[in-house]
């Protein structure tokens, strides 16, 4: 974790790069979640859905997310989290996680950061995009 007091607009989180995305990440994902859609894990329903493959659960990358920013400061300092689903992430994908600090405030006698948050695949699409708000004291 960075020392807190030194961040200010414009710092970057460390960049999270997770493994590739495997079809036993999606099922463990599924029994972790209790999200057993078949689009998730079964290749014959995806394609019978006019997709050529299984795609990874939103909520998997949001959970990758949120390992960005508990990288970053201890989960009591994460006030919000939010993100908004831009588009699906496919098996074999390799999803970067990245935050950057576009505000630091003060509320409720705290010092608070506001970041933007994504996540990208490999070539350049981006899967989710987020906000957070975190106290640095």
Known sequence: MNNLHDIAVGTELPPLRVPSISRTTLALYAGASGDHNP??????????????????????????LGR?????????RIRSYSVR???????????????RVTAIEEADGERRARLDLRVALEDGTVTLTGQALVALT
């Open 39 to 64: 689009m998730h894990i079964d290749l014959d329903a995806a394609r019978a859905a006019g997709m050529d493959d299984v795609f990874a659960h939103g909520m998997l990358s949001m959970a990758y």
């Open 85 to 99: 689903f831009a588009a699906i992430t496919p098996v074999h994908g390799q999803p970067t996680c990245t935050g």
């Open 68 to 76: 960005l920013l508990t990288g970053w400061v201890p989960q009591e």
